[in-house]
Structure formats: structure tokens, C-alpha cells
């Protein structure tokens, strides 16, 4: 009997020791899982970056979720506002291909994320316009906050001229206040964490649309772009967000 208490002893050990030596692999197979997603968290976020051109300056806007899916504004002083998406790799590396639909420009960017900032070059083509220029800049949100959101004003100009104020919410919800000769018009729609904007408001006659783009100048929050409304009237808009308190 002391014989088979033994062996069933030593069965027992050799179970427990392959159940251990299990439990390790799928926990350094998770671990190993784990790493590529921990990387995409530490790259999830709002980056912004700048770039020189032709004595002007560029402004690249990129918002990366957790899956690697990212979304990408320029704002360029010749090219105007183009938006698209792309996504992240499991190393860091970022491709998207930005498309105006009015002008048919498109620019590839291609960008390296690391969880310390990010080099960006931008290549692209229009008639000789952009062929090749570099950019960099610093993570300036979590992927949890949008980083255009508090109260901003502004003015616009062209065919009606007037002022306005927005308020943004983390999700991007936005109301925005213009003031004309004829009364108050309130335009509801989103900003994303990107920058890209989608506002209108039912006027007579037809719609008031707003588009452009909030984005960061030399760090600062701006805000510009383009407005049409019915009648053939248009213009340009631009702004900045009111100083934010240390604690908001």
C-alpha cells in the first residue's frame, strides 16, 4: 500500500507540474498577445504635427483608437482641408491616403507612431506641388478625450459677415452660434478627435454648412474653414478656444 501511495503521489506531482507548465504557455501566449495590443493602447491618442511649406506652414492632425484604426486631417496653406483613415501596424507605422471630393487631391502620408511622439513624412502630389516635405510632432490627447473640446468664438467673413460661438463635448457633439444682420442661427453637428468638422443648420431656402478644420497651430487650438448657404453666398470662418482652467 505504501508502494502505491507513492506512485499515486508521484502521478499527482506529474499532473500538477504539466498543468503548471500549460497554465505558463497560454499565459505567455496571452502575454505575447498582449504585448501588440499593449502597443496599440500606448499609441492610441491624438497626434499632432507641423511642416514647412514653400514659407508657410502645414498642420497634421491624427487620431488613433485602440484597434490601430486612425483618422487624419491636413491642413495645408495651399491644398486647403483633406481628410481620411488609415491604421497603425503592430510596429507603430501609419499609412493614409487624404482626398479632398471638390478638388480630387489626393496626399499619402505616411507616418512612425512611438508612445514618446511621432515622425511623420508627408508625400504626396499636385501638379508639383507637394512631392516630398517632413513633419513631426507629440501625442496631445488619450484616445478617451477629445482634444478640441471646451467653448470657442470666432468670425467669419465673405458674402455675410458676423460672429460665433461653439461649445464642443468629449464626444465631439457640438453647437455653434452664429450671429448675423438677420438673428442668431444655431448649427448642430460634431467635431472628431481629429479635427474634421460637420455642421449645418436649416435657413430658408435651403442649408448653412460649415466645413474645415479645428487643428493645432505652433500647440495652440485653432479653428478655420469655409461656409456656404443658399443664394450663392459663401465665405470663410475661423477661430480659437477660450483659455482652459488647469483643472479642466
Known amino acids: 500500500m505504501h508502494a502505491e501511495m507513492t506512485r499515486h503521489k508521484k502521478g499527482s506531482i506529474v499532473y500538477r507540474l504539466a498543468a503548471i507548465g500549460l497554465l505558463a504557455t497560454v499565459a505567455l501566449f496571452l502575454a505575447g498577445c498582449g504585448g501588440v495590443a499593449s502597443l496599440l493602447w500606448k499609441l492610441a491618442g491624438v497626434f499632432a504635427a507641423e511642416y514647412a ?12 483608437d485602440p484597434s490601430g484604426i486612425a483618422e487624419v486631417v491636413l491642413v495645408d496653406p495651399a491644398l486647403g482641408v483633406l481628410k481620411g483613415t488609415g491604421e497603425v501596424t503592430e510596429s507603430g507605422r501609419l499609412q493614409a491616403i487624404l482626398t479632398d471630393p471638390q478638388s480630387q487631391v489626393s496626399v499619402t502620408v505616411n507616418a512612425q507612431l512611438s ?39 470666432g468670425e467669419f467673413t465673405g458674402d455675410a459677415a458676423g460672429t ?71 465665405g470663410t470662418w475661423t477661430g480659437t478656444r477660450a483659455s482652459q482652467s488647469a483643472g479642466s
Open 53 to 64: 511649406r514653400e514659407a508657410a506652414r502645414g498642420y497634421l492632425t491624427v487620431a488613433v
Open 115 to 153: 508612445a514618446r511622439g511621432t515622425t511623420v513624412e508627408l508625400v504626396g502630389s499636385l501638379d508639383g506641388g507637394i512631392q516630398s516635405e517632413n513633419l513631426s510632432g507629440d501625442k496631445v490627447a488619450e484616445p478617451t478625450e477629445n482634444p478640441f473640446a471646451g467653448n470657442w468664438s
Open 164 to 234: 460665433w460661438a461653439a461649445t464642443i463635448g468629449q464626444t465631439g457633439a457640438t453647437t455653434l452660434t452664429v450671429q448675423t444682420a438677420d438673428g442668431p442661427v444655431t448649427m448642430v453637428g460634431t467635431v472628431g478627435q481629429a479635427g474634421s468638422v460637420s455642421l449645418e443648420a436649416a435657413v430658408p431656402g435651403g442649408k448653412l454648412v460649415w466645413e474645415g478644420a479645428f487643428y493645432f497651430r505652433e500647440g495652440e487650438p485653432v479653428a478655420g474653414g469655409t461656409w456656404r448657404a443658399p443664394g450663392d453666398t459663401s
